[in-house]
């Protein structure tokens, strides 16, 4: 009798539209995540999803977890936890560059503020 493995996929997961550089280089995970959730993210998502039907024990109890039925206690459901939770997060971007406006001829075209004379 063979055992099953869990979480098998096919190829790496890469998520480009959150994680561009790759999530090693997101500074959002650890090594050991990274490792896993490239290794294994395939799986996670056609499991969340549903896609894929759980096979094996450890599979069963990961959908659990996916369904709220659960907290997280393996490192697979405590990986895509953390990968769910940073799509939910909202990019700020800040331009820090130099304001220009101060110099514009809008300013320069106004009426001079008046001042009280002492």
Known sequence: MTEQV???ATKIFV???HFPYGFARSGDFTKKQTALIEAHGQAYKALDSGEREAETDEEREFVRFCRHEKAAETDHEKV???Y???LGKRQFYISMGRDDR???TAIEDSEPLETEDA
């Open 6 to 8: 869990s979480f098998k």
């Open 15 to 17: 998520d480009r539209a």
């Open 80 to 82: 895509w936890q953390l």
């Open 84 to 86: 769910r939770r940073h």
């Open 102 to 104: 101060a110099n514009s």
